[in-house]
C-alpha cells in the first residue's frame, strides 16, 4: 500500500492527472488482478490517476453493486467490449450492456475463424456484420469500433485486407491497437495516416524490441513493454491521434509486470506534452 500512495504522489506531482483524462485504460490488462479483489484493483487505477476505462465485465459482481465502485474511484467506462457473435445474433444484448455501463463506443476485439484461416470471404463477413450491427448501434446513440487483431493485413490485391474492411466500414469504425497493426505487418502511423477518418480509438501497446510479427494475431503477453522502450513509435503515434482528434487512447498492457509498467508509461506518455 505504502508503494502505491508514492506512486500516486509521483503521478499528482507531475501533473498527470489532468493529461490523464485522454489517457485510459482497457481493463483486461488488470484481468487477473481482478480475480483477486475487484475494489482494490479499481482502487489501484484511480491512484494511477486515470478516469476513463475500457472494459464491459462486472467480474461477477451485481452490475449495480459494480457500478458503485466506479463512482467511488471516480472511473467512468466510455468503451465496452461486446463478442462478434452477440453483434451478429443478439444486438439488443450488446445495446443494453452499453447502456448499462453508461458507455459511448462498443469495440470487438476478435472475429472467431477456424485455425489461422482467414481471407477474403471471412473478411467481406465480418464487415458486413459489423455495418448491419452498426447501424443499428448508430440509432441508438452509439459508436461501433472494430479491433483489427494482426490477421487483417495479409495481402489482397494492391493493399491487404484490412484495406478491404476500412474502404467498405460505412457504418462502423476501428480502434487501432498500434501491437497488433505492427504485429500483423503494418506501420500503425501510415494507417492512421491513410484512414485519418476511420480511426475513432487506440489501444497504446509497445512490443517489446527484436519480436518478429506474424498473421495469427497470438503473441507472448510479456513482449508487452513500458511504452516507449519497445519497436514502436507510440510518440508518432500520439501525437498523430491528438491531431485527427482520436477521443480516446487507452493503454492496454497484457504482461505479467502490468503493475509496474503502467505508471512508468503514463509518465512517459506525459513527458510526449
Keep these: 500500500m505504502i508503494k502505491k500512495i508514492m506512486i500516486s504522489a509521483i503521478l499528482l506531482g507531475s501533473g498527470l492527472l489532468t493529461q490523464a483524462q485522454e489517457v485510459g485504460l482497457q481493463l483486461y490488462s488488470l484481468r487477473n488482478q481482478f480475480k483477486v479483489d475487484v475494489s482494490n484493483t479499481l482502487g489501484l487505477i484511480n491512484e494511477w490517476g486515470i478516469t476513463k476505462i475500457e472494459g464491459g465485465d462486472t467480474y461477477d459482481m451485481p452490475l449495480e453493486d459494480f457500478k ?53 470471404e471471412e473478411t467481406k463477413h465480418a464487415t458486413e456484420v459489423f455495418n448491419k450491427a452498426g447501424k443499428i ?13 494482426g490477421y ?17 466500414a460505412s457504418d ?23 484512414y ?17 510479427g506474424n498473421n495469427t494475431g497470438h503473441e507472448e503477453d510479456d513482449t508487452n513493454v513500458v511504452l516507449g522502450t519497445g519497436q514502436i513509435d507510440i510518440a508518432g503515434v500520439v501525437a498523430e491521434a491528438k491531431k485527427l482528434g482520436i477521443e480516446y487512447m487507452f493503454i492496454e498492457d497484457e504482461s505479467t509486470n502490468v503493475v509496474t509498467q503502467v505508471p512508468k508509461s503514463l509518465v512517459y506518455l506525459k513527458s510526449l506534452k
Aim: hydrophobic share 40%; with cysteine; glycine share 6%.
Design 152 to 168: 487483417e493485413f495479409r495481402p489482397y490485391k494492391n493493399g491487404t485486407l484490412f484495406d478491404y474492411m476500412a474502404q467498405n
Design 68 to 120: 458503485i465502485l466506479l463512482n467511488d474511484y471516480d472511473l467512468e467506462i466510455v468503451s465496452v467490449g461486446a463478442g462478434f457473435d452477440d453483434l451478429e445474433n443478439d444486438v439488443v444484448k450488446v445495446i443494453k450492456n452499453a447502456k448499462d455501463f453508461g458507455a459511448k463506443y462498443v469495440m470487438c476485439a476478435w472475429v472467431p475463424h477456424d485455425d489461422n484461416k482467414w481471407d477474403l
Design 196 to 212: 485519418p477518418k476511420k480511426f475513432t480509438l487506440l489501444h497504446l501497446k509497445d512490443m517489446q524490441k527484436g519480436i518478429e
Design 172 to 194: 462502423f469504425t476501428f480502434e487501432l491497437d498500434v501491437f497488433w497493426a505492427q504485429h500483423g505487418g503494418a506501420d500503425p502511423l501510415a494507417l492512421m495516416k491513410k
Design 137 to 149: 448501434l448508430k440509432k441508438n446513440g452509439l459508436v461501433l469500433a472494430y479491433h483489427p487483431h
